[in-house]
């Protein structure tokens, strides 16, 4: 204990006690990043990056890059394809083919064919020339037979320049070389492939091959670009950053499972009660105890106003029920009123980290406070309480002593702080093995004996149990929230 109130007093002295809006704001900071964190590595984004960190690292890109290497024109098919080609362009027969293919010459052979001279040339031409019109001949010519007068229209066609210029070049290489090769599988075999080496596909295909970038040109290239710009953002590098950071492992001890803002204009029924719990369970009314001077209202000294809510100490009298060991519930005249809620029925826990914001003002004979008790009223555990006999506040915890009426007492004051003006942080940490109460984050007093052994709910309250000075009421206790964790198991 002695070392916690060493460092908080030294803390205090260099001015590094933390502020509670600079301690809240660090800490809402930190509770949003873990949020940012948690929702980011649940996000598209991220699971669309974890995914293509999988393929790169299976190795597919670099080996694609490394294939893509040996891919050349050198030796291709396309590279073979085009001296093919070449080769095939210089082959006269085919020079001849497509000479002839498309010329005039060839439009007029067809033309004389078409007149039938050719045809009727070759049948006189095979009369005339037989062995058996040469030997009668000149009896044909003598008697001016039809074999003779054939012989002079076979004499005509000879002369005709037509015919002349047909048989010319039908008889030479070019229309030789055409006809041989019109209509067969050569000369698709050549077209085909000209028209496929003349071809855009070809074009694209011989540049692409020719090219250092290929690797460059593939949709793998595209996923190791978007990954490697990804792995350089910010949002990674943050997020990575923190998977193995203990930054969150407070954040990650801890689960809310009770916490009160007081934004309602009305104090939440569910959570609250205004009285003792066992007014509510017994006698469904508010009481004090006998030896207080104030009388709990069950609600009408409570306000919530701007997210606060307020419990207020006036000087006024009332009538209310108080609680005598010896007498039980009697009937009081009361000199003060005051209020006091708790979770009696609707929360309960034990162990964790207890924690309000409040702010109080420092009025002698008043007092104010937070504590934890349950169905008995020991043990008893005070995260802070404002004395009424003085102006110090401190933590403490009450716990039975066998065989007597006194309990045992731990408590350790809290000094130098202006509760009046400013609002603190006040909490307990209690797990197995000791009890810590704390102020803004930073630990004051610490128990590890006679720790409560059960749930406990939460109270709030303020009243009068000293010599109070009516002029120097009204005194209020102000709750900016109230929050409750309990720990997680540990991993």
Sequence with gaps: MALHKFRLATLKIFGRFPKTEEFEAIDNALRKEYDDFITFGESKNYADYLQLKSYIDSGEPKRLQEELKLLKYSGSQEQLKELELKRLSKDKALKNYFKVKDSENLSFTRNVELSGKPTRYKELKQIVESADYLAQRRLHKKDNSEEYKQELVYKQFKKDSELKRYFKLMNSNEFKDYLSLDGSGRVTAFTELKNYIHSKDFADRKEYLLSNKKFEQTEEYRKLQEYESLKKSERIIWYESLLHSPKFDEIKRWKLVFSDNFEDKKLDPSKWITRYFWGEELINKSYSLAADKHCYTDGNNIELNNGILKITTR????????WDLKMGFIPKKFEYTSGIISTGKSFRQQQGRFEAKVKFTDTPGVYHAFWLVGDKMLPHIDVFRKNAKNTST?????????????????????????????????????????????INGVPYMESTQNLPGMPTYLVLSSGVIGDATPNALPASLEIDWVKCWKENPKE
């Design 315 to 322: 000087k006024e009298e009332a009538e209310g029920l108080a």
């Design 394 to 438: 401190q933590g403490s915890i009450y716990t039975a002593k066998d065989g007597s009426s006194k309990p045992l007492v731990l408590k350790s004051k809290l000094g130098g702080f202006n509760f009046s003006s400013n609002f603190f942080i006040l909490s307990i940490d209690w797990n197995t093995e000791s009890i810590v109460w704390k």
